[in-house]
């Protein structure tokens, strides 16, 4: 620092002891003499005052005139060109910080000035000195101390990580922390966090809980020691804090406290006892893999496309353990016959030739035919996607061997014996308007937690108590009749915390284990029942069986008695629990069950008389669409009246009905005969379907609403509607076989054909052979227009002069055209008039081979034999082959031509009708800009 001259020294003296009376006159002599200071010296003056008002105790004062200090020396670098003195600043901020007479302000100007020194590494070394001089006194300087420092410390080229770490260190071992506000916390976040892997230094941020007069307000308060908890939570302090920690610590919040919780380790909880199973535990036990998982899992099947594959690589893949080797192979099982062009048999023949795939396809297929004979609808969903394509690719190969003596559970019979045993929804469940719950039983008290925000439970009367609780996933709510307690499984550890407030746990202070006492087993006797059924729930599965012992079995019907050396008898359902649950109805675990009301008891007494054949006639429902299903479902059981009975007992029909299509798919492949009972609309007598056993349903229902619409009042000579139907679920592009029957049958009589695609065409044959529109009979056309429509006309159903008419396609572009499937009642097609804007696009083609040909065919290669080997392949022309194929014979009465004279149908009549516009014979008057053309429609 400069020297002074002499005289200003004595009346900096006395304006120090003019400044205890009066503040103002020592300000204004100190200023006067700073007036007759050259502009040089102003700097010096006024620190050396600074500093003579701070040693005298006037901290205000000594601010001002440090403050003026740096005024004046910026405004001489301005206006004189005179370098500052950072060194005479540094010097008289570090001696006058222990005299409390250095602002945040002042401290804050001088790192900002130090980060533009010249020599960073010396600004560095004074900005450390300037803070550190702070914490030596005691003092957190500000905030945002930190975010001041790193500029510095990057000219300096020092990491900030070393620089935030040099700084939570002087806190922590000076006990500075505790007094540290919240943003510099979360400034040293990462520091502390590294720090804190040494020992002394994680005991040191344990002590430094915040202070709690270092914020008034409530809420930051509260901010505050969240921070700190989490930051021990974080750095895994809980391995050092003892049980006593945690019971002097009384409530805390909630997600910070489990933290700290989880690694306090067995110490904290005492052990439940040998009894308790973490993994089966019915109030939070680790469920079982879902076993319909494959179907929603994206696993990518391998593309082997012939035996030439390199199918050992795979094999080492397996032996090896890879990740989703056996997923694939799975994937490639379901999707065996998938492309039309691969030869699957030899590919599995292939297959089984390597020793490690074949053990793992045994040990699979093992597992699939144990669910296939369950007894449930649920093994049917699990084992028949694999085991349908696994036994129609395996015919004739090594692989048929682990199909042989499989046992298929009937559907119907399980669908049957399901509601006669009961039904989750017959039992009026809690219902939850909120986005997610919780379910938890605790004795007779059903604990609800709602939305993460709040706790409903509920007693065998009704609700017994509310409470709102902030709780976090995979955490469970429950309610003991006094105290609200939250739960949750942590590895195999059971941690239970009181919530004596929202948002706030706290650790059982008396060391006793608790958690819900909820049964996994009960006894329920469903209303309308003579007998009770067992209700189980082992590892996310609930199980109910019913009491009498029934099973199923390849010699056994669903009503036979359990035969001797089954341990236990089949379970009527199976179903997936979760203690966390969607919104609506919510199901608590069967422990609760007997103390649920009925929803309908005429609807579950119903159930408990209702017969084999009514289950029939609910799948031959299900196998059209769910509004032919509920219609059915009004007639069969009209007793019930709740909607979430009538839902479950619908989902069940669906359920069962798919899996017959399948079950009759894989009897198809076994050579197994049909089994009796089956729903009327997939009766097949001795045709097969095999595959498209789906077209079977939806063709004869197609079939069943023509006939029908065609005797619905008078026909006139244009069409008109009669209303929309909902298509069959195997209705789409079953039109496609029209007109090519008789070449699937040439095709599969042909001696090159191979075998996979000869049995695809056999498998067309019987689907279309055992239907009204493969009969032969004539009475059925496929109609191919343009509908220029502005809204889908699938499922229109139309009055046609000829019978009756539906849409079953449309495609909005490019042409927007549709198809139709037109019934004649006497087989003869007059020509009619499309509405308004219809033009015909492909001529109309009708049914051709009947089931007598169909039978031959199917019958003769079922057998076993080959075609004849000196058949030829065919050289005459396409048109003369179309006259070949089966057709029905052209009727009597033949057709009539324009002007309305009969004509005589030739011998081999042409195989296109004629489609002819016609206009100003529109039906209805034509729109603006759309023409007035309409197409008439004329038969051979």
Same mark, same amino acid.
């Given at each position: ?11 900096? !003296?006395? *304006?120090?002891?003019?400044? #205890? &009376? ?6 204004? %002599?100190? $200023? /006067?003499? @700073? ?118 410390? !990057?000219? *300096?080229?020092?990491?900030? #990580? &070393? ?6 260190? %002087?806190? $922590? /071992?000076? @006990? ?120 929603? *899992? ?126 989750p929804e017959e039992l009026r469940f809690p219902v939850v308007e909120e986005s997610f719950a919780t379910v938890v039983l605790h004795d007779d008290l059903l604990t609800l937690g709602v939305a993460g925000r709040r706790v409903e439970v ?133 422990g609760f069950w007997p103390r649920l009301p009925a929803a309908d008891p005429e609807g579950s007494a119903a159930l408990r008389g209702l017969a084999r054949d009514g289950a029939a006639r609910l799948v031959d429902a299900a196998l059209v ?316």
């Open positions: 620092m400069r020297d002074m001259p002499g005289p200003d020294e004595d009346e900096l !003296r006395c *304006a120090v002891a003019l400044a #205890a &009376d009066d503040p103002e006159a020592a300000r204004a %002599r100190v $200023l /006067r003499a @700073g007036g007759r200071q050259p502009a040089a010296s102003l700097p010096d003056y006024f620190s050396a005052a600074a500093l003579a008002f701070a040693r005298a105790g006037h901290a205000d004062q000594a601010a001002f005139y440090l403050s003026r200090s740096r005024e004046t020396e910026e405004a001489n670098a301005r206006l004189l060109d005179l370098a500052p003195d950072t060194a005479r600043a540094q010097r008289v901020l570090v001696e006058m910080v222990p005299l409390g007479a250095v602002t945040a302000s002042a401290l804050h100007g001088h790192l900002k000035r130090l980060a533009r020194h010249d020599d960073a590494a010396a600004a560095h070394a004074w900005a450390r000195e300037a803070v550190c001089a702070f914490f030596d006194a005691g003092v957190v300087p500000y905030p945002n101390v930190v975010a001041d420092l790193l500029p510095v410390a !990057r000219s *300096a080229g020092v990491d900030e #990580a &070393d620089e935030t770490g040099f700084v939570a260190e %002087r806190l $922590l /071992r000076g @006990g500075l922390l505790p007094r540290a506000p919240l943003p510099l916390w979360e400034a040293l976040d990462a520091a502390l966090r590294r720090l804190a892997e040494t020992p002394e230094l994680l005991d040191l941020l344990i002590e430094a809980e915040p202070d709690g007069d270092l914020y008034s307000d409530p809420a930051t308060r509260a901010e505050h020691h969240r921070h700190w908890l989490l930051r021990l939570g974080l750095v895994r302090a809980g391995r050092r804090l003892p049980r006593d920690w945690f019971a002097a610590a009384g409530p805390q919040p909630a997600n910070e406290l489990m933290r700290l919780a989880a690694d306090a380790g067995d110490r904290l909880f005492p052990a439940p006892g040998r009894w308790f199973d973490a993994a089966a535990d019915p109030v939070v036990g680790r469920p079982a893999p879902d076993p319909l998982g494959f179907t929603r *899992a994206k696993v990518r099947a391998p593309h082997w496309t012939d035996e030439n594959e390199n199918l050992s690589g795979f094999a080492a893949e397996l032996d090896d353990g890879a990740a989703n080797a056996r997923e694939r192979l799975d994937a490639f099982v379901r999707d065996l016959g998938r492309y039309a062009n691969v030869d699957y048999p030899s590919v599995l023949r292939a297959l089984w030739a390597q020793g490690t795939i074949r053990r793992v396809l045994t040990e699979d297929a093992e597992r699939w035919r144990e669910e296939c004979a369950t007894g449930d609808l649920l093994g049917l969903e699990v084992a028949l996607p694999r085991l349908a394509p696994l036994a129609e690719a395996a015919a004739g190969t090594p692989a048929a061997g682990v199909l042989s003596g499989l046992e298929i559970t009937d559907p119907v019979g399980a669908l049957w014996r399901a509601l006669r045993a009961g039904l509920h007693g065998p009367e009704g609700p017994v108590h509310r409470a709102d609780l902030s709780y976090s996933t995979g955490t469970y709510p429950w309610y003991d009749g006094t105290d609200v307690y939250v739960s949750r499984l942590n590895g195999n550890r059971a941690e239970t915390f009181r919530a004596p407030a929202p948002g706030m746990l706290e650790v059982p202070a008396d060391g006793q284990w608790r958690w819900p006492r909820s049964p996994a087993a009960v006894a329920l006797t469903f209303p309308g029942a003579a007998a009770p059924t067992q209700v189980t729930l082992d590892r996310g599965v609930l199980r109910l069986v019913d009491g009498d012992g029934r099973t199923t079995g390849p010699a056994a019907d669903a009503t036979s008695p359990r035969p001797a050396g089954h341990a236990d008898p089949s379970p009527t359902l199976r179903l997936r629990y979760s203690p966390a649950q969607g919104r609506g109805a919510v199901m608590p675990p069967p669409n769910r509004r032919e299903l509920d219609a059915e479902l009004g007639r069969v059981l009209p007793e019930i009246t709740d909607a979430r009975l009538l839902e479950g007992v619908a989902a069940l029909a669906l359920r069962a009905a798919a899996c017959l299509l399948d079950v009759l798919r894989l009897r198809d492949a076994l050579r197994l005969p049909q089994p009796d009972g089956l729903p009327g609309r997939v009766r097949g007598g001795t045709l097969r379907a095999g595959r498209l056993v789906s077209r079977r349903p939806a063709v004869r229902y197609l079939a069943e609403v023509l006939v029908e619409a065609a005797e619905t009042g008078p026909a006139y000579d244009t069409p008109h509607p009669l209303g929309r139907i909902d298509l069959p679920a195997g209705a789409r592009g079953v039109h496609f076989a029209f007109g090519t029957l008789g070449g699937e049958a040439l095709l599969a009589a042909l001696p090159w054909t191979a075998p996979y695609n000869r049995a695809k065409a056999v498998d067309l044959l019987g689907a279309w052979g055992g239907t009204p529109w493969g009969d032969g009979s004539g009475r059925w056309r496929r109609l191919w227009f343009g509908a220029q429509a502005t809204q889908d006309p699938e499922g229109q159903l139309w009055r046609t002069p000829n019978g009756a008419m539906v849409i079953l396609s449309w495609q909005a572009r490019p042409h927007k055209d549709a198809v139709a499937v037109e019934y004649s009642a006497d087989g003869v097609f007059r020509d009619f008039t499309f509405p308004a804007g219809a033009t015909c696009i492909r001529p109309g083609r009708r049914a051709g081979a009947g089931p007598t040909a169909s039978r031959g065919t199917c019958g003769r290669w079922r057998s076993g034999d080959r075609p004849p080997t000196t058949w030829r392949p065919c050289t005459a022309s396409p048109r003369a082959r179309d006259c070949r194929s089966p057709r029905p014979r052209p009727s009597p009465t033949g057709t009539r031509s324009r002007s309305g004279t009969r004509r005589t149908a030739p011998a081999c009549p042409p195989r296109w009708p004629r489609c002819t516009p016609i206009p100003g014979r529109a039906s209805t008057p034509a729109r603006p800009g759309r023409g007035s053309s309409t197409t008439r429609c004329a038969s051979p």
